[in-house]
């Protein structure tokens, strides 16, 4: 069990905002610009910005933008920011690696930093891990790297909960070759406990052990980790906000409210949602924005909830039929510490996907009476999903609830990657084909080969290098935490399944 816990110190004072960059040093490249091309922006002020000699007006904030069009060559040393440090970006780093090409990794992990007991309920609420030791307390932000692949571990019981992705199977025989990596470090194994489907009033049905399930031995988290530590010429930079991408002779230029962050000679959109809607929408970038708008996304509550004794309930993990407030639930105990019958036992629930919709509010500032009507209602289904009676279910001594507001796509496109040549810009990510760990790796992987093969060529020919500007968006089916092919019951067989809960 202490290997959950040795990434936790017992005491740390550390500045607050930190930035952590690891990796090799960015190199500097430098352009001279034509009088043509405007100056390099490098103040919080509004200014006209400028692309090189095909571009000289305004972006305007809608889709009828200019189109950037880079005419400046490309870079003797190309290197590219990707925007998300989740399990697309961080494959398409390392993937960008094997083809030479160096990289930094923006994302929004944050640092343990101490605080009081005021600051966490008015400024942190529901954001935080608290740590108590010798009277300290911490709040540690959930945000890391590895996007959803989140464990949370709360002192000092401990209790540790996946509050993210559950587990993942496998299809793809390149991905399963970073799983077998993976098995042979020992940072994941198979999930061996029973899952199943839970119908309402407590009727369970177990679903067949094929295909493996497979979980991270201590938590998610270290997977992200591992592709991180196999790169020599990846920079990462966090905690870091990209708010603004200034493309300016042949090269992008990010910032972070008005901080400069670097120039690039590509970009990758590596998260999705209203921040990368808000950061494409006078990016000069259209065609990408334009399909980034396109996707919907639902939105599921979390709940992490840990009792004093065990439930009365013999399986591990359960798709819940027929409840309106709870879609899936299972057992962090035993699926992670492996303890049966001492406490206490750490349990997450999921909601639907309706139940999320009608009760969405700003993640960032969730209303104590919201957060205290999701928990109970929540609690409620748990108790209708197992045929208990009202208020028979022992009330646990600690609870946590989470809202992802853009949890799961409802509709994609049903391609790898997109790419913009002319721009020299490209987005990755699982929603691309689906929703599963898989389809992450294998997006980032797919962008990263693109890009690679983009800049081998000079930018030359750039046209025959656009991919996935103008697919349409299909509607995608399945569970309201994910999709799982070939792990299903003879009732979960007709729905289409991908590998991963991913929320």
């Excluded at 592709?227 to 991408?245: A, E, G, M, N």
């Excluded at 396109?294 to 993990?317: H, N, R």
């Excluded at 509010?361 to 205290?372: K, L, R």
Aim: with cysteine; proline share 7%.
């Amino acid at each position: 069990m202490a290997s959950f816990f040795t990434a936790l110190p017992k005491t740390l004072t550390l500045p607050l905002p930190l930035t952590l960059v690891s990796g090799s040093k960015s190199k500097p490249n430098p352009k001279k610009a034509s009088p043509m091309e405007g100056q390099k922006p490098t103040s919080r002020k509004a200014r006209k910005p400028s692309y090189g000699a095909s571009r000289r007006s305004v972006l305007k904030k809608s889709f009828s933008q200019e189109q950037v069009m880079f005419t400046a060559p490309l870079s003797d040393d190309p290197s590219v920011a990707i925007i998300g440090g989740g399990m697309a970006g961080l494959t398409c780093a390392l993937y960008l690696e094997k083809r030479g090409v160096r990289s930094t990794v923006f994302d929004t992990v944050g640092v343990l930093v101490p605080l009081s007991y005021e600051l966490i309920e008015q400024f942190l609420g529901w954001r935080t891990v608290c740590v108590l030791s010798k009277g300290q307390i911490f709040g540690k932000w959930i945000h890391g790297l590895g996007g959803r692949m989140g464990t949370r571990v709360i002192d000092p019981q401990p209790l540790i909960f996946d509050h993210a992705a559950q587990f993942f199977t496998v299809g793809d025989p390149r991905f399963a070759q970073l799983v077998d990596e993976w098995l042979e470090k020992g940072l994941i194994r198979q999930w061996q406990g029973m899952i199943g489907e839970l119908e309402v009033g407590g009727h369970f049905d177990p679903l067949p052990s094929l295909p493996p399930r497979y979980i991270g031995v201590n938590g998610m988290r270290p997977l992200a980790d591992s592709i991180l530590s196999q790169t020599t010429l990846v920079d990462v930079v966090r905690p870091c906000w990209i708010s603004k991408l200034d493309p300016f002779n042949g090269m992008w230029h990010l910032s972070e409210s008005g901080k400069p962050q670097g120039q690039y000679d590509a970009i990758v959109i590596a998260h999705n949602g209203k921040c990368a809607n808000r950061l494409l929408a006078s990016s000069g970038l259209p065609l990408v924005a334009r399909q980034m708008k396109k996707l919907e996304l639902s939105s599921v509550w979390a709940l992490l909830a840990a009792f004093e004794d065990p439930l009365p309930i013999p399986f591990e993990g359960a798709f819940v039929k027929g409840v309106d407030s709870i879609s899936w639930m299972a057992n962090n105990t035993k699926k992670l510490l492996h303890s049966q019958n001492s406490g206490p036992h750490c349990w997450t629930f999921f909601s639907t996907a309706a139940f999320g919709k009608r009760n969405k509010v700003p993640q960032e500032n969730i209303p104590t009476v919201t957060a205290e009507k999701v928990k109970e209602a929540m609690l409620a289904g748990v108790e209708t999903a197992l045929g208990l009676s009202a208020g028979s279910l022992n009330r646990p001594f600690f609870t946590r609830v989470q809202l992802w507001g853009a949890a799961l796509p409802i509709n994609t496109p049903g391609i790898p990657c997109i790419f913009d040549p002319h721009g020299r810009a490209g987005i990755c990510g699982d929603w691309l084909m689906g929703s599963r760990l898989e389809s992450a790796f294998l997006s980032g992987m797919a962008l990263a080969n693109h890009i690679a093969d983009y800049l081998q060529s000079g930018g030359a020919r750039p046209d025959e290098f656009a991919v996935g500007l103008h697919e349409e968006f299909q509607p995608l089916e399945g569970h309201d935490i994910g999709q799982f092919p070939g792990l299903g019951s003879k009732k979960m067989d007709e729905a289409q399944a991908y590998h991963q809960l991913s929320i």
